[in-house]
């Protein structure tokens, strides 16, 4: 897939230095050939987010999903390593996996159950060669079993590289490592069903994105977040190329009047009131906290449609799961929910907006905008090669 010259110039603009961008074209908010190629050179060619390794706890789990509607299998093998297939049967191209389920022993194809073991490797093609006869020349197990996809973690999240040519995911990950080594090694303890909630947005995937990275809309949108991490108590995280964000100075939320989550261990004294949120591009937003952490996967559905899928980690088992904390895991859980909700307004107005035929991308404040102009020059930068 090209771009045409015309988009090749307003791209152009937007990896401009901030006070004379431009921002990215309404082509790709409003298109579905913009997704497309958004798919093949930002999603597929990059490293993104498909899951997280505690939606396959046990040996044997296997959990079936989408990457811009390429099927997926995340699982976790007997040897319990976490592995990603792509979720097809190379017999026929049938998909192998449904529903999340536990398989014991093979992955079998459904419909001419042909078998296949949790390292990927072919085991067992029932009457290939004729009623009775299971094996055949024609297909030899060592080059079909199911394809395998890159795959890494980072701090549960699984990350996939669907065309295999991306740098590897220690020289992905380790910008990361560096950000946040104060939590890097630091045990995470998911907070269960009530720390998990799903939000349907009716806006492209990246004004989600573009409007998390930035403090600028807090006194207006989240008016109860400003009382107390007020827009002068923020300050910018960039690294550009790479990922940029958001902090504040202030972090201080009253959940309860008796009782706070235990910190995670061995924190320096910037964390005590610090908290930070960033974006890993293209399609993860992070929140870490002394004594909580929170991952957001965005899933694009099409072009004007996007999941969020938001979970919360803890410091501790006990605070992630014991009835002592059930409470304020979910006025934390509401809390944040709240605070996403009223973004949702400005992003799907923004989506709206995105139509209009004038509208040239819009311009950049130089000192509040700049997390969200090098994520726009990330893209354009993908987008024009």
Not at 192 to 219: I, Q
Request: some cysteine; glycine content about 8%; hydrophobic content about 35%.
């Amino acid at each position: 897939m090209t771009v045409t010259d015309a988009l090749q110039q307003q791209l152009q603009t937007v990896m401009r230095p901030v006070a004379q961008a431009n921002g990215l074209p309404n082509h790709f908010y409003i298109t579905p050939e913009g997704l497309a190629l958004e798919r093949d050179r930002l999603f597929f060619a990059g490293w993104a987010c498909i899951g997280l390794t505690k939606d396959v706890p046990q040996k044997g789990d296997v959990l079936p999903c989408e990457l811009l509607g390429a099927p997926l299998l995340l699982v976790r093998d007997h040897d319990n390593t976490i592995r990603v297939y792509q979720n097809v049967c190379r017999h026929r191209g049938m998909i192998l996996v449904s529903q999340p389920t536990n398989f014991g022993g093979v992955i079998r194809c459904p419909y001419h159950s042909w078998c296949y073991s949790l390292d990927g490797k072919l085991r067992a093609t029932p009457h290939v060669g004729g009623p009775g006869i299971n094996k055949h020349a024609s297909v030899a197990p060592e080059t079909t079993g199911l394809i395998d996809v890159r795959c890494g973690v980072f701090m549960d999240m699984v990350f996939v590289n669907l065309d295999g040519k991306a740098a590897d995911f220690v020289t992905f990950s380790k910008p990361y490592q560096k950000l946040w080594a104060d939590f890097y090694d630091q045990p995470l303890f998911h907070g269960g069903a009530d720390s998990s909630f799903t939000l349907p947005v009716n806006c492209n995937w990246k004004l989600a994105v573009e409007n998390y990275l930035e403090s600028y809309h807090l006194p207006w949108v989240h008016p109860g977040l400003n009382a107390y991490s007020r827009l002068e108590d923020h300050y910018h995280i960039e690294s550009p190329d790479q990922y940029s964000g958001q902090g504040t100075l202030v972090y201080n939320p009253k959940l309860s009047e008796t009782q706070s989550f235990p910190n995670f261990a061995d924190l320096p004294k910037k964390w005590d009131k610090s908290a930070e949120y960033i974006g890993m591009f293209p399609n993860v937003l992070l929140g870490v906290h002394r004594d909580h952490f929170y991952a957001i996967r965005l899933e694009p559905l099409d072009h004007g449609t996007t999941l969020e899928h938001v979970d919360l980690y803890y410091a501790s088992e006990e605070a992630a799961s014991s009835d002592g904390y059930k409470n304020l895991r979910q006025s934390n859980a509401a809390l944040w929910k709240s605070i996403f909700l009223e973004d949702i307004g400005v992003v799907e107005g923004m989506q709206k907006g995105r139509r209009a035929p004038g509208f040239d991308g819009g311009r950049f404040s130089a000192v509040m905008d700049s997390p969200t102009h090098l994520f726009h020059a990330w893209v354009a930068k993908r987008l024009a090669k």
